[in-house]
């Protein structure tokens, strides 16, 4: 019997062993390297930011004046950049403040009242952060005379968002001189679908080789449903005429690759005006060694972005 317990311990023992070995080896944010793998993947992809959804009956279609007029949007950071309280603001527009008062069009934060960092996406949560702002108008006062009122109410983001792109590309420094054979990658377009996780991307990265130098024609596109600004521009304000014609369509970029050195840039500011929607970068780099390899070319872009969606209402005076 002694025995028997004994053994019954030890299988015990045995499989606790195993059970703490297997779940050490596991990944936070995926049960294994394949399953971590999707998981990054979807990070990685999609083409949009914060985005914006009202919630049901806030506001009604249609109020009395002398109701209160509040309206409830939803916040979801679908990106994969997290973002400081101070780099995200909603506001709504399109109303006439001595009609509808009491700081209705004030911007607030998109991480009003969230703890800390507004995250993005990750491989520990797919669907980003998430908040929910109140707009409040404690007080309507219709002018005299005057029995309804119908704006279109304009809920307005604006934000701060970087979009980070890793595409793998091949570079030969003795492209004309070594023989296919002997090279384990050739030099080629790479297209990239799906986003990078952001409203702008990189959409095609182009190489040429000459000599030892690697030439990369970089093409980014705004693929959101709204506007990009100059990661300088007033974000914080831009409902109203804080923004300026200067400020659109405007990209900052930073573009890198490991080992290798920059001979230049262009635009030579590191600025990229986009034309419909479209932009081209082109980068020169000193490619060292004598073989062809595959390695990652590093590309950050800067910007601000603007969307928006309206609500038609309409204000009816109460009867007296």
Not at 134 to 163: A, K, M, W
Not at 204 to 209: I, L, P, R, S, T
């Amino acid at each position: 019997m002694k025995k028997s317990v004994t053994q019954a311990i030890f299988i015990s023992l045995l499989i606790l062993s195993l059970i703490f070995i297997i779940s050490c080896s596991k990944v936070a944010g995926g049960e294994t390297p394949p399953d971590t793998a999707t998981r990054l993947k979807a990070v990685q992809t999609g083409t949009q930011g914060i985005v914006l959804r009202i919630m049901p009956n806030a506001p009604p279609s249609i109020i009395y004046d002398r109701n209160e007029l509040v309206a409830i949007v939803d916040v979801d950071n679908k990106g994969n950049f997290p973002l400081e309280p101070t780099e995200c603001f909603i506001q709504v527009t399109g109303f006439d403040p001595t009609i509808i008062k009491g700081g209705m069009n004030y911007p607030h934060s998109c991480a009003e009242n969230y703890p800390g960092i507004f995250e993005g996406k990750t491989v520990y949560n797919l669907n980003g952060g998430t908040n929910q702002i109140e707009f409040r108008s404690p007080n309507i006062v219709l002018p005299p005379g005057v029995q309804e009122y119908s704006p279109i109410l304009n809920f307005l983001s604006c934000y701060h968002y970087h979009t980070i792109a890793n595409p793998q590309i091949c570079v030969d420094p003795l492209f004309y001189q070594v023989t296919s054979q002997q090279k384990t990658c050739i030099p080629k377009s790479i297209g990239m679908t799906g986003g990078q996780g952001a409203p702008v991307a990189v959409s095609n990265v182009g190489v040429e080789m000459t000599g030892s130098r690697a030439v990369f024609t970089i093409t980014i596109n705004n693929i959101g449903n709204g506007r990009v600004l100059s990661p300088y521009a007033n974000y914080q304000e831009c409902g109203q005429a804080s923004i300026a014609r200067t400020d659109e369509d405007k990209v900052a970029f930073d573009v890198k690759l490991a080992g290798a050195s920059l001979v230049d840039c262009k635009p030579r500011d590191k600025i990229v005006h986009l034309n419909n929607g479209v932009g081209q970068i082109f980068c020169t780099f000193n490619i060292p060694g004598s073989t062809a390899y595959e390695t990652p070319l590093s590309i950050d872009l800067d910007y601000s972005y603007m969307q928006s969606f309206t609500r038609p209402i309409k204000i009816v005076k109460t009867p007296e």
